[in-house]
């Protein structure tokens, strides 16, 4: 009798395990209390997320946005065919680079006007007439040094901008954003534990994410 009421036992354990095993979805309890609810997640796996390739290897599509708008601005906004944000992209990195190439050809000339006065020498250049002397030299260098650097902190910010713009709009673009997102209500009665149960209206809002669902590119 004790042999068999061990072999239901181990029988029952070995179904309880291959059901468990078998479930595509894992329950989690929500809340806690009265109103609690168990709800069914399913587990999300890094191959379902890797719907894109770059050079042979699968990845995330944001991943890929980023990494193509790291090796040439602008890439990343075409493979997310967000085409109008080209001459932002080109004109925010554009015009840092032309500032900062600006101040940095301002600052050389300066500095070899220094070098001309130290030795004795006639300073040469398209600006050596507004030049006079030593002394306007070193505070022409200070002023272009520093604009330099400036501009050198604003080419950084644009590129970075660029990058973070393509991942995000990766991340959003597999997003239903059509009319009908599935938004719900109903009355429902709300639980609080200060108060008694109290009507309410209930509202849900479904939004369907397609990554999952995309073939590899």
């Not at 901008?161 to 673009?173: E, F, G, M, S, Y």
């Amino acid at each position: 009798m004790t042999g068999n009421r061990s072999q239901l036992t181990a029988g029952a354990t070995l179904l309880a395990t291959l059901l468990a095993a078998a479930a595509p979805a894992r329950a989690q309890v929500v809340t806690a209390g009265p109103d609690s609810a168990v709800v069914s997640t399913p587990p999300v796996t890094d191959a379902s997320r890797r719907t894109a390739k770059l050079f042979g290897i699968a990845m995330t599509e944001p991943s890929k946005a980023g990494l193509l708008a790291v090796m040439l601005p602008g890439a990343g906004q075409i493979y997310n065919r967000k085409f109008w944000k080209l001459p932002l992209v080109y004109g925010a990195i554009g015009g840092t680079l032309y500032g900062e190439f600006f101040y940095q050809s301002r600052y050389k000339e300066y500095l070899t006007a220094l070098d001309d006065f130290a030795n004795k020498r006639k300073p040469s250049g398209p600006n050596a007439a507004q030049i006079r002397d030593s002394s306007y030299a070193v505070r022409g260098l200070r002023v272009y040094r520093t604009q330099r650097d400036v501009f050198i902190a604003y080419s950084a910010l644009a590129y970075s901008l660029t990058v973070l713009d393509a991942v995000v709009d990766a991340h959003l673009k597999d997003f239903d954003i059509s009319d009908d997102l599935g938004l719900q209500w109903q009355p429902t009665l709300i639980w609080m534990p200060t108060a008694a149960v109290t009507p309410g209206l209930s509202l849900t809002l479904t939004l369907n994410n397609t990554r999952s669902r995309r073939p590899l590119k």
